[in-house]
């Protein structure tokens, strides 16, 4: 019982190019909706966020599209750096459970 | 401010022999969460807690127990270790709710011989 899923393994674009990251969910009670960043031997790292109520948030480069009739989102960076190249997890949380869980991961890699 | 902090780092285990992982914050979170990566598999949930004395089971705890003594401390215990359990694990916290952010520790590498 996958609730949420990311099925692009990998991801390599062009430096300056869009980069997008997809995610797919199954539970209708997720109400936030969250991005982190993983490089090689780190622990993931928080990078953006976005409540169920809205559908762009945007942070810099980055911004994440949420379609909450389609239980879709997406990771726009734009434009693409090298030190962008990590592993994405998209992680959908609801208000009723503490758990904390996390899709499969999509690696992006970004050629100079 | 160390955040979140995991020991060891590194380990090799011979098949049915047990361990305990220690993961240790500084930030007075309520929430700790225990995970292991798998290639392909992401980020799997095996056990968490929601505050000190608490703890509940992930997506996949077969294997593993954990304990929550204190609130800054969330041990995870392989009793009887199997080769499938060779992964990287990582310890999480957050101040809990819907919105806030998880900190992660910077991973123990576990192999089961």
């Known amino acids: 019982d996958q609730q949420v899923k990311q099925n692009s393994p990998s991801l390599s674009v062009q430096e300056g190019r869009i980069s997008i990251l997809n995610c797919d969910y199954t539970?209708?009670?997720?109400?936030?909706f969250l991005w982190y960043k993983k490089y090689p031997a780190e622990g993931p790292t928080f990078l953006i966020s976005?409540?169920?109520?809205?559908d762009k948030n945007e942070d810099g480069r980055f911004t994440v599209f949420l379609n909450k009739s389609a239980k879709h989102l997406s990771l726009h960076i734009v434009p693409s750096q090298p030190g962008d190249s990590a592993v994405y997890f998209c992680?959908?949380?609801?208000?009723?459970?503490?758990?904390?869980?996390f899709g499969q991961g999509t690696t992006l890699q970004v050629k100079p | 401010n160390a955040g979140v902090t995991q020991t060891p780092k590194f380990r090799v285990l011979k098949t049915g022999q047990s361990m305990t992982l220690l993961c240790a914050q500084d930030?007075?979170?309520?929430?700790m969460y225990w995970y292991r990566q798998d290639p392909g598999m992401g980020l799997r949930l095996i056990h968490y807690?929601?505050?000190?004395?608490?703890?509940a089971k992930g997506e996949v705890p077969d294997g593993y127990n954990v304990s929550r003594l204190k609130k800054q401390n969330f041990l995870l215990g392989l009793e009887s270790a199997a080769p499938s359990q060779t992964s990287v694990y990582f310890c999480?916290?957050?101040?809990?709710?819907?919105?806030?952010?998880?900190?992660f520790g910077q991973g123990t590498r576990l192999t089961v011989v």
């Open positions: 807690s929601v505050g000190e004395g608490t703890t």
């Open positions: 976005i409540s169920s109520i809205k």
């Open positions: 992680s959908p949380s609801s208000s009723n459970t503490g758990k904390l869980i």
């Open positions: 930030m007075n979170h309520e929430y």
């Open positions: 539970n209708s009670m997720f109400d936030y």
């Open positions: 999480a916290s957050s101040i809990g709710g819907l919105s806030t952010e998880a900190f």
